[in-house]
């Protein structure tokens, strides 16, 4: 099974700051998601990629493969980021049922 | 196209009751899917569908029952409530060509279920 290790668990900075939130992951995969839950509680998708970097507004998700690690970085960040942002590997028959394994989540706070 | 829709957004049940959660999703998507999130630990898979009539198993699936008997709906039943289901629900779908886990993956707004 794979094991999922985000970090931080926790981040608070300040307004305008550029965050970096990192997921490593032990077994290679086939795609990696990036989610968001807001503190109303619902689970947004981000980013789903299995290469390279993608871009999406401030947001910023990249991954190598070959060191098993992903990183989702924003920049600019504003007080509406704060959120917790969950990583999610899946591999063919690995995992979970569906393959997905999910990160612990990592906590972000962005004051004003 | 209203998404991923749950029902109720909170309950609170004794040990013992029974109740159904309901999902519901309105794209068409093969794959449907229940996960409960607890403080502390990683989204877990209770039970999965990959289309209408059948179901199977996931990582947490005592306690629970499904079914899938449309393309759109995939009800969540406990069968008998204990404090260690107490936990957020969510519900979940996705297309599923192949693979869920390579397609987009939208939850639901989750029920927060809490047994006494």
């Known amino acids: 099974k794979n094991e999922v290790e985000q970090s931080p668990q926790n981040l608070t900075a300040q307004e305008g700051e550029f965050i970096t939130i990192n997921c490593s992951y032990s077994v290679g995969i086939s795609a990696l998601h990036w989610l968001q839950q807001h503190p109303g509680g619902g689970i947004v998708s981000l980013f789903m990629?299995?290469?390279g970097k993608k871009k999406h507004g401030r947001l910023i998700a990249t991954i190598n493969i070959q060191e098993k690690h992903s990183s989702l970085h924003i920049t600019a960040s504003h007080p509406r980021d704060s959120a917790v942002y969950i990583c999610a590997v899946f591999l063919y028959s690995g995992g979970g049922a569906d393959g997905l394994t999910f990160g612990k989540g990592t906590h972000l706070i962005i004051q004003p | 196209n209203a998404g991923v829709t749950q029902t109720p957004k909170f309950q609170v049940l004794k040990t013992g009751q029974s109740m159904t959660l309901q999902c519901a999703q309105d794209m068409n998507h093969e794959y449907m899917s229940w996960y409960r999130q607890d403080p502390g630990m990683g989204l877990r898979l209770i039970h999965y569908?990959?289309?209408?009539?059948?179901?199977d198993q996931g990582e947490v699936p005592n306690g629970y029952n499904v079914s899938r008997s449309t393309t759109e709906d995939f009800p969540l039943r406990l069968l008998s409530a204990a404090p260690s289901q107490t936990s957020v629900y969510f519900c979940a779908s996705s297309y599923r060509r192949r693979v869920a886990g390579i397609y987009e993956q939208y939850f639901g707004p989750g029920t927060r279920l809490t047994v006494t």
């Open positions: 569908s990959v289309g209408a009539g059948i179901t």
């Open positions: 990629l299995s290469s």
